[in-house]
């Protein structure tokens, strides 16, 4: 294996950052190694598409590949569901809508497991537990921690439960992607002075001795290319302005529309419409990382051992699902979805009990509705097939309108 220089892996602008262990740093190398040998192959340079998708997903070495959590990475983030079990009883009251035309529940990336858990628990209360809760898991060890929180907790329900690996040809009931769709690998463009004469330039990694990967510029080319002129068309971009593309993400989203026959597709991330999204001051774009439940912007820092992210264009998915044949029930904030699936009343059940954890739970709905927390960066969309609008979660504050 390659020597590197340590600033080549820990840039220095990172020296404040915690450092990793020997065991983790070498884990990051090896990534490292095996990315610089893709970028060789490639000529020297790959889109930034790639590198993200080999940084998060390359087997046995990616972020979620790899199973961070043995490197401290189960505290690099938290997401809504382990703030509190009313997140999933609030879904679990659409959930039980969607079902009605037919009684299955697919999640999308379960991370630790913990949603799926709460959920079934708070079904099973309801007397609306689905036929099948499968699982589409492409990591072997979140999916055997998965395993293991279920069967520890619900054990009743574990054969209720199963696990794929890949999507299923047709499907029927509520398919759920919760914080899914940012870490789908995204385009980083840059419009230059001459956009309006059809350029645009694809922004890509490369290799420098003693520096490590670095960010290289080339010709956007094919469907990005179109993508950024018509985004560049569409919210009048300033010449300089950077920002990225997720393609993947509406091929994702435009998929289900040959595997969806009835139900809905909801979709919980944190992001904007598209005029949001392209907003002047974001002229930078929105990527960053999660290392230790420290945010930053250098996704070239520790491969392997941080999450890279990139907010979600809601416009864009909604365009993909309808050209997909995928009709939009409803878009709101994260906060007046829950407080439409009954959060408040939930949370006065729990102040009113003798819970010694009663006010563990306010401050957990404190982040996942107030504005400055979850509540307003974070998006609930749901699209589908043979849905009456509006659901429950959309009843109120739907803001379709703006997409």
Known sequence: M???RWNEIIPTMHVNLPLPSPDALLHSQRLTVFIREKIEAAGGWIGFADF??????APALGYYAAGATNFGGAGDFVTAPELSPLFAECLAVMAREVMIVAPFILEVGAGSGRLAVDLLRALEILDALPERYAILELSADLAARQKEMVAREIPHLLERVSWLQRLPERFSGLVLANEVLDAMPVSCVLWPEGWRDGVA???????????GFVWQTR???GRLREAALAIATAYSLPPGYMSEIGLLASDWVASWGSILE?????LIDYGFPGREYYLPERQEGTLFCHYRHRAHAEPFFLPGLQDITAHVDFTALAEAAYAAGLELIGYTSQARFLLNCGLLSRLSERLASNDPARFQVASAVHK?????????LFKVMALGKGIAAPLVGFSGGDRSHTL
């Open 2 to 4: 390659p020597i590197f």
């Open 52 to 57: 993200m998708e080999a940084a998060l997903y």
């Open 201 to 211: 330039l694809e922004r890509g990694v490369g290799w420098q001795e003693g520096e």
């Open 219 to 221: 010709p956007a080319a």
């Open 262 to 266: 009835r139900g809905s597709l909801l």
């Open 368 to 376: 996942l509705i107030e504005p400055h927390e979850m509540g307003e």
